[in-house]
């Protein structure tokens, strides 16, 4: 099943409608497909994976959260604590802000409106999306924009233009307005239809709670700004690079969300998370709690694969467990369940046909250690030998065993 991609599976698990697992597998699988992960085998380790893959297969785990798609049961199954950025996890079920950096690096332009797709059902869902980008076909697509500049470095970290793309184009002195120009021009007439849908809203006049508001900011090379970022929306944060969008998105939004989630939490449970530093800023108000999805290679340990970190590898062991017929592994046969009265008897007639049989409770699987406390527990309790690693002891005389060496230990 490791080796099949997800659109392999989804197929042969629809073969299996009736069961519960397969359909929460089934679920998460097409996330992975929605996303653009459909050829990806799902025991693919996640050390081969690209800064682009492990971005949307971090966004599948958290999507499947935010829209609800796991019932209230596997919730409660995970009792996971949600930190966040700490990757995978369950989270509450209230508003989000969702923090991306550049998610379109190395995406092909149909990948590209894939991933636009899955921002707006987060958005539909009820949670807030900040993307840093240059793409100009996600920008283009978002209900604010923050061009930050006007050039890199020393001479950034300044508001050029902030609200509809159309506003932003219409700024002369944006960078980002110039080109966001010359491709709002020839789509004027979708433009006119999106607005005459829905007219933006005067972000300005919308009360704190619709907002994250932000002042004074003067982390790194940002020059003091103080701004409102809407909430419920997809907001893009552009401009030349080195302009300061990744200090506004991850070392203000992100390290206040975290900070104040920790807050939250008891002092025994915070010593063993790593809090980020205050940022330099009078007052960020109306930040939810916050999940970052940067480009960093996705968390997992050298066992981790695509199953794994989507948990969609327990659904599908769930499934095998419970329709499958386990056999043994040496004559084929099906193992069946036995109550006490007919293994007994099973003994019985094994006993007259082969003599006597050793029944053995094993205590020590591969451990070092003496372990002279089997042997007494086992004299204790009227035990008269145990084995240990194949040799026989008699319970009633001294035992011990090599402290530094792996031993196996069972009472006869």
Known sequence: MLEATVD???????????????????????LLQEVGLGYLRLGQPINTLSGGESQRLKLVRHLAEATAVESRELRVEDNITPVPGSGPSTFDPRPTLFLFDEPTTGLHFDDVRVLLQVFQRLVDAGHSVIVIEHNLDVIKCADWVIDLGPEAGARGGQIVAEGTP????????????????NILQPVADDVRRRTAMTKPPDFRLLTSAATIAITGAREHNLKNISLEIPRDQFVVITGVSGSGKSTLAFDLLFAEGQRRFLDSMNVYARQFVEQ??????????????????EQRTTRGGGKSTVATVTEIYHFIRLLFARLGTQHCPDCQLPVEAQTRDELAKHLQSELKRRGDLLLLAPIVKNRKGFHTDVAEWAAKHNYKQIRADGKLFDTSKPFRLDRFREHDVEIV
């Open 8 to 30: 392999e599976a989804i197929d042969f698990l629809s073969g299996f409608a009736d069961s519960k697992s397969a359909q929460r597998a089934t679920a998460s699988l097409k």
């Open 166 to 181: 159309e506003k932003v184009a219409e700024c002369t002195a944006s960078h980002t307005g110039r080109f966001l120009r």
């Open 276 to 293: 980020m530093p205050r940022p330099d800023v009078d007052l960020i108000t109306g930040i939810p709690p916050t999940v970052s999805i």
